[in-house]
């Protein structure tokens, strides 16, 4: 039997059900996005007793499908949202504290050019409010280049109407593995956490408060009722099918905007660092190297379309094809050359007569008359202030004596992973180290260390010291295989999608190593699960339309 103090795992779903039927928890969490996680952790490392369920795989929506970046929102100073950049540049800190491994610090180049959005004073009060809202001090602070130093910044910038720059900070992420880590952690606090577990419908008392939770394991296909003194819903673009299910759907409600982000090949478009361009239209866009590819994005349309499924069309290629195009002209970038996309859903709060890139990203609590408390809109980097804003609510319906019993919130200094870094230092060195180790095994390309220390931290060495258990293989099969056993052995990977999308985000970012090694890694899921010829099957279409829909680019959405 695992220890669940040190475990995540599949191995342990019979027990997460058994516990899920027979206890009365503090807190349900309908939800497994990076709200849900954050929110599961807060409450847990407080003292609650807590569940928390997610109808598919944890992070399979919005929660996967961002920019990756942990970021103050530069933008939202032209809307004027002074509280929302402050707040956010503030958990930037504070987040990479938490996980330096996984939240990197990453210099933005801002390029200024001839009737861009920005002229050069705008862009240096504005870095510098910036700086100052989000407390960057020292090598941080903002810098402002002229033509000279942008260009030497980012060469392949336009040199006839690029006129400066600015730099800043900013902090890259990988968002389904950050949301991964706070579930493991909420997990180590007690917290009973369990994916593929879907909400049907709600059983009321006589008052029409909530009474418990009718769900459906999805594996196993059997129901299970889930029992709890209080009840939340952090389910992003699906907030409002369940304020609907809960019969508190009211004038309030969500508005969705879809994002798109598309994957280059490095060599393809190889910039030297991170950019925050201008698009035609008078938005923005990013564009950032992240191992052997560039992935750009990312669009801002209204959104009316299947929310289980959330495709790129051809005009969302388009758009981002012609501001890459205008922005770096040397390039000249078809169709042909994108690798991977992703498509994803804000689940903002609706407001009469604005646009989609008007809306504000700050997150609203609703309360149902019948005790449920939804948490919607938001920002990535804004999670453990969302988390701490929803449980102040659940505080606030609780006894005197009941919140006695609780701690303050603890997360701004729960590490994520242990052992943990002191500093962003330490991931370097560790790296090194990793590089020398990957070498004694024939893995000798530098990205291999990079990938394992920034997915995994200090855990790749288990990673490394399980290879020694794969013999008469190539190292990297050798070393997939490792990296199968840790998730499945430790953060509930169920499927081929979940590993090679969420857990690993191969999908996105080498995804010629999906069909290098989707046999290899199936045929280990079929012994470690005992999985039979109708579940292989299943598997492979699952996995067939994941790819599909990152190397397609449709007509319309999917309705």
Known sequence: MLNSADHFSIYEREEILEKLKTSTFDLAIIGGGITGAGIALDAASRGLRVCLIEKSDFASGTSNKSTKLIHGGLRYLKQFEVGLVRESGSERAIVH???PHLVLPEKMLLPLSEGGTYGTL?????????????????????????????????PLLNP??????????????????????????????GATILNYCELKTFNYHKD??????????????????????????????????????????????????????????????????????????GRMIFAIPRGRVTYVGTTD????????????????????????????????????????????LRPLIHENDKGPSELSRKDEIFESPTGLITIAGGKLTGYRKMAQRVLDVVLDRMSSEEKSKLKNSQTYKIPLVEPYFNS????????????????????????????????????????????KDFENQSPLERLIRAELWFSITYEMTTSLTDFFVRRTGRLYFDIQSVHQYRELV???????????????????KKLDLAIQDATTFYDEEIL
């Open 522 to 540: 199936l045929a280990d899921f079929s012994i470690y699960l005992d999985w039979k010829a109708p579940k292989i099957e299943q598997e492979n």
């Open 301 to 344: 349309t209204n959104y009316t379309g299947n929310k289980n499924r959330v495709v790129s069309t051809k005009n969302d290629l388009l758009y981002i094809l012609e501001a890459i195009n205008a922005t770096f002209p040397d390039i000249k970038l078809t169709e042909n050359d994108v690798e991977s996309s992703w498509a994803g």
């Open 160 to 189: 006839n109407t690029t006129t400066g720059g600015g730099l800043y900070a900013e902090y890259r992420t990988d968002d389904a593995r950050l949301t991964i880590e706070i579930l493991k952690k909420a997990a180590s606090f």
């Open 208 to 281: 029409s408060q909530i009474k418990s939770l009718n769900c459906e394991d999805q594996l196993a296909k059997q129901t299970l009722n889930i029992t709890a003194k209080h009840y939340i819903s952090a389910t992003g673009p699906w907030a409002d099918l369940i304020r609907r299910t809960d019969h508190s759907i009211n004038h309030k409600h969500l508005h969705l905007t879809k994002g798109i982000h598309i994957v280059i090949p490095r060599d393809k478009l190889p910039i030297k660092q991170a950019l925050y361009f201008d698009v035609k239209d």
């Open 122 to 154: 705008m862009t240096s009060i504005g870095l510098k409010v910036y700086d100052f809202l989000a407390d960057v001090h020292g090598e941080d602070g903002r810098i402002m280049l002229n033509k000279q130093e942008t260009l030497a910044k980012e």
């Open 424 to 467: 962003i230092n330490e991931v370097k060195t560790f790296q090194k180290e990793l590089e020398l180790k990957l070498n004694k095994i024939e893995v000798s390309n530098d990205y291999h260390a990079w990938y394992l220390c920034t997915n995994y931290g200090i855990k790749a060495l288990e990673i490394l010291t399980k290879i």
């Open 97 to 99: 504290q938490l996980a």
